[in-house]
């Protein structure tokens, strides 16, 4: 998750901050992992998933890597990747793995989908009309490596809010 304001940066920053629990009820807050970076940007709204096949390559001990997914918001979107079970992160030297010409493209939400034996990523995502209009969506992106990834469909969004396409989560 993120944090608005954290203790120390200038307002409106944003940090990634996580927490840990053994039975999802208890909880313990963690150090911030994720900080603004002057070249790419802050950290806003992503996902953060544990790549048991090691589809990214970065394993190196017996932990599983954990991956974080989300918008440096002057690049787009971004991995990080933690072997010590999410004390420290590192930022994959191919950032971005995922951008577009024209408006953002944030939220990630990516999960395998064993079926197609690919990892499917929901995100906000924009695009433009055959009018010439910038229109809200959620694209649907697939990647068989975390790595690479590609456009496959779009649930367009009507001329209301965002509550089709923010924070998507399928």
Same mark, same amino acid.
């Given at each position: 998750?993120?944090?608005?304001?954290?203790? !120390?940066?200038?307002?409106? $920053?944003?940090? @990634?901050?996580? #927490? +840990? /629990? $053994? =039975?999802?009820?208890? @909880?313990?807050?963690?150090?911030?992992?994720?900080?603004? %970076?002057?070249?790419?940007?802050?950290?806003? &709204? !992503?996902?953060?998933?544990?790549?048991?096949? %090691?589809?990214? !390559?970065?394993?190196?001990?017996?932990?599983?890597?954990?991956?974080?997914?989300?918008?440096?918001?002057? +690049?787009?979107?971004?991995? #990080?990747? /933690?072997?010590?079970? !999410?004390?420290?992160?590192? %930022?994959?030297?191919?950032?971005?793995?995922?951008?577009?010409?024209?408006?953002? +493209?944030?939220?990630?939400?990516?999960?395998?989908?064993?079926?197609?034996?690919?990892? +499917? #990523?929901?995100?906000? =995502?924009?695009?433009? &009309? =055959?009018?010439?209009?910038?229109?809200?969506?959620?694209?649907?992106? /697939?990647?068989? $490596?975390?790595? %690479? @990834?590609?456009?496959?469909?779009?649930?367009?969004? *009507?001329?209301?809010? *965002?509550?089709?396409?923010?924070?998507? *989560?399928?």
């Amino acid at each position: 998750y993120y944090q608005h304001n954290p203790v !120390g940066l200038p307002a409106g $920053n944003m940090t @990634w901050g996580h #927490a +840990i /629990s $053994n =039975d999802l009820v208890h @909880w313990k807050e963690q150090p911030k992992v994720l900080f603004p %970076d002057e070249k790419t940007g802050l950290c806003f &709204s !992503g996902a953060m998933f544990i790549d048991c096949k %090691d589809r990214l !390559g970065r394993k190196t001990g017996e932990e599983e890597v954990l991956v974080a997914f989300y918008l440096r918001t002057e +690049i787009g979107l971004c991995m #990080a990747y /933690s072997n010590d079970g !999410g004390q420290t992160f590192t %930022d994959f030297e191919e950032n971005p793995v995922l951008k577009h010409l024209g408006a953002r +493209i944030d939220t990630p939400r990516p999960f395998w989908f064993e079926l197609v034996r690919r990892w +499917i #990523a929901p995100t906000y =995502d924009f695009f433009t &009309s =055959d009018e010439g209009e910038k229109r809200r969506c959620v694209g649907f992106y /697939s990647s068989e $490596n975390l790595k %690479d @990834w590609h456009l496959e469909s779009r649930v367009e969004q *009507d001329d209301w809010g *965002d509550e089709l396409c923010g924070c998507v *989560d399928f």
